[in-house]
Structures are given as C-alpha cells and as structure tokens.
C-alpha cells in the first residue's frame, strides 16, 4: 500500500537478527540499547532461541508498563501478560479454554454482526454457538446495550451465554465505542458474569475529532473494586496495525484480568503445547510498545514518520466518506477508527433477482462485477454479516491518497452504471 515501515522498528529488529551490526556506527544508540536488552533476555543472546510460553520476561515487563502509561497508572501485572502470534492467536487460545458443555449448556458467545470473520471461523472450528448481536447502523454504528441484554436472553433458550466479545475501533465498521458505552457493556457483564473478550488492535486509529480510545481495562478499573476485582477481561493487541502495520512478524499480546489461579493454570499449559510465539514477533512487539522516548536520538524522526502514517490515514478516512456518500445509491458513516470503510449499498430489486439468479448474495453479485469490470477487490458485507435485507461492501482506506481517489472514483462510475442497468 506504499506505506514506509517506521525506522526505529526496524533498526532495532535489525540489531536483534544479525547482532554484529551492534558494532556499526549506522545506527543510534538508542536502537542498539533496545536491541542489546532484548537480547539478553533471550536464551544464549539470540532470536533464534525458544522462549517461556507466555513469552520472554522483559518484553511482558514492558507490555505492562506500556499499559499502565496508556491508562494513566492503571496498574498492569506483567504475570497476567502473555504474547501471542499476533492477536489472532490470544483470541483463538482464549476462546479454547471458555468454550465447553453440550446441548443447552453449550457455551455461547456473543460477537458483534458486522464482526471480523475471524471470531466466526474459530467459534465453528471449537463448536461453540454463535450469539449475533447487531451493530446500530442509523447512530454511527454504535454498540446498543439493549440489542445486547435481547441477544443474551435470546440465547439463554438454546446455550449458555459466557464470552462477550467487543472491537474496539471496529472492524469492519470503523466505530469508536464512547466511554459511557463501555461502562454500560462492564456493567451487563457483571450482572450477567460474562467474560469480555476487549479486541483493541485499532487503538492508535481513530482519526474523529470528537472520539477517543478508551481501553476496556481502564474503565474496569475507574468503575472500583466490585467490578475491577470481578470482571473477567482479556484485552488483545498487535505489531500488525496502528501506525506499525508490521503485519509480517505476527507479534502480539493479550492481557488477562480476573481469571481463577486454576484456569490460568490450564491458560498456561494450553500455551505451552504451541511452544512460544515466535520471538522476532515478540521483538517487534517490544519496540511498539517501548518507542523512542523524549530526549532519545530517535525521538524526533520517530514521532514524525508515526504522525505522518496516523494524519495520512485521517486524511483518507474523511476522503472515503465524503467521496462514497457522494455516490447515488450508497450511504457511507463516519469513519471513526480502524482502516476500512463499511458502506451501505442501495439495490435496485432486479440486482438482488439476478444475483438470486446466478445462487450469490446481492453484495457478493456486486462486488464480484465490480471486481470483473473494475480490477478493484472489495469484501461483500455479507462475509461479515449484516442485518437481513441490507447489503454492504468493506474497502480499506490503506492505499496512496491519489490512488484512492481513482480507485474511488472508479467505484462511483461503476455504481452509477450498475443501477442503470439494473433499473
């Protein structure tokens, strides 16, 4: 997507594969004290070691600190850290240990629809129930916790509803959640003992004005000891997003809170069948969450090129929204956060018969012409799920400013055409 990695990073990841460069006067010195530090914590000075299943010590130290910085000195335990090969990898192995039972009593859990269809994809691999619960399209996509306390008496009636899953910013929906929004989510999930599965990938992508990150850990924390001692919480991160995009190494974490000593006993030998999460993944995850400090060499060129990835990303968010809903027939919300845009498609009655026609789902009909016709690869909403009767595509907002623009600008002569043909 023409997006240049962020130098730091890859000095230091530099320094820690081939450590001889530690003697080369090409790199500052703060590089090579990172390097030097993650390399002593691995076994015999090298990347090429095994590490602890949860992952080498010092880099969970820094995982932590980071969290306590991000949430305002909320503390972090870095016994409750635990990195992951990318985030994919802490959800799929939390999912593991939650989901149990048969019949009535088999655990369900709540996803939010349109969701990520990785959450779908590992649920069916494990045979848990999946318990849709939909995203308010009409106020920004927003979280309604009514639509949440329907889903889990609904379900109450086929399965047993445990695990609560929240992206946050969304994907594919690209909402932020409002604090208030948050407190309501702790607040149903400790009446209803819940355990919240916080999918926070996105936090350094929200581009509104007049929204902000909120970690799940730090209003848990804020809401006092009943809820902050109670609520089980797994929160996971990335190098694979932000302003990183390192996507490649697979390196991550998540943070678990509240869970009983005995099954994070059974956590831990869960981890341990899968070894350790590869250890140059884990490095990179150390750099994102210990980056150049003030009064660093590296400081300077780090915070420009992070700001100049974060404000481009911003820039392209608006231009998205303003050039979709410029279009006839499609409806585009704000894009709060993440990298993706999840419009609303308007189609005309003799699209959706022949699509039913050639056996596909009008948006997938869609985008499969688009795809034809065009060369421009989007996902029909249908892949993420929607609700019944409403038809979307996923785009991301990752390429060059002037190739978005073109791309864009295809899709709107495209549509125009589409709904001409189909008129």
Same mark, same amino acid.
């Given at each position: ?55 080498? /010590? ?109 992206? /946050? ?120 969450? /210990? ?133």
């Amino acid at each position: 997507m023409g997006q240049q990695p962020i130098t730091f990073l890859r000095q230091v990841m530099a320094l820690c594969t081939y450590p001889n460069l530690l003697d080369s006067p090409s790199f500052p010195e703060d590089a090579k004290k990172r390097a030097r530090r993650i390399l002593q914590a691995c076994g015999g000075n090298s990347l090429g070691s095994y590490s602890a299943s949860q992952g080498v /010590n010092c880099i969970r130290e820094d995982v932590a600190a980071y969290i306590a910085r991000r949430d305002g000195g909320v503390p972090a335990d870095p016994d409750n850290i635990y990195l992951t090969t990318g985030a994919s990898d802490g959800i799929t192995t939390i999912l593991k240990i939650l989901v149990s039972g048969g019949g009535k009593s088999r655990t369900g859990v709540l996803i939010p629809i349109p969701q990520y269809p990785l959450y779908s994809a590992v649920l069916s691999e494990l045979g848990a129930v999946q318990v849709n619960y939909y995203l308010d399209e009409d106020n920004c996509w927003a979280l309604d916790v009514q639509e949440l306390r329907r889903a889990v008496r609904e379900a109450k009636e086929h399965c047993d509803p445990k695990v609560l899953c929240i992206i /946050n910013p969304g994907n594919p929906t690209g909402q932020v959640q409002s604090r208030k929004c948050i407190e309501d989510v702790i607040h149903l999930a400790w009446e209803e003992k819940l355990f919240l599965l916080a999918d926070e990938v996105y936090q350094d992508n929200v581009y509104s004005a007049n929204c902000t990150f909120h970690s799940f850990k730090k209003v848990l924390w804020e809401l006092g000891p009943e809820y902050s001692s109670n609520v089980e919480l797994a929160s996971f991160h990335s190098t694979s997003k932000g302003y990183m995009g390192e996507c490649g190494y697979r390196g991550g974490y998540m943070e678990v809170v509240n869970l009983h000593p005995e099954i994070k006993g059974q956590l831990v030998k869960l981890l341990s069948v899968r070894l350790c999460p590869p250890v140059s993944g884990q490095a990179a995850m150390d750099i994102v969450v /210990n980056p150049p400090r003030p009064g660093e060499e590296s400081f300077a060129q780090f915070v420009r090129e992070k700001e100049a990835v974060l404000s481009n990303l911003a820039e392209k968010a608006k231009l998205t929204e303003d050039l979709l809903n410029q279009v006839p027939g499609i409806r585009c919300n704000p894009l709060q956060g993440a990298m993706y845009a999840f419009p609303r498609l308007l189609l005309p009655p003799k699209a959706v018969e022949a699509a039913q026609a050639h056996g596909m789902a009008p948006d997938m009909f869609y985008c499969m012409r688009l795809l034809e016709e065009t060369g421009i690869c989007v996902v029909p909403g249908s892949g993420f799920g929607q609700r019944e009767g409403t038809y979307h595509f996923r785009i991301t907002i990752l390429p060059p400013v002037e190739k978005l623009k073109t791309v864009l600008q295809r899709v709107k002569d495209f549509h125009v055409q589409f709904l001409e043909e189909f008129a």
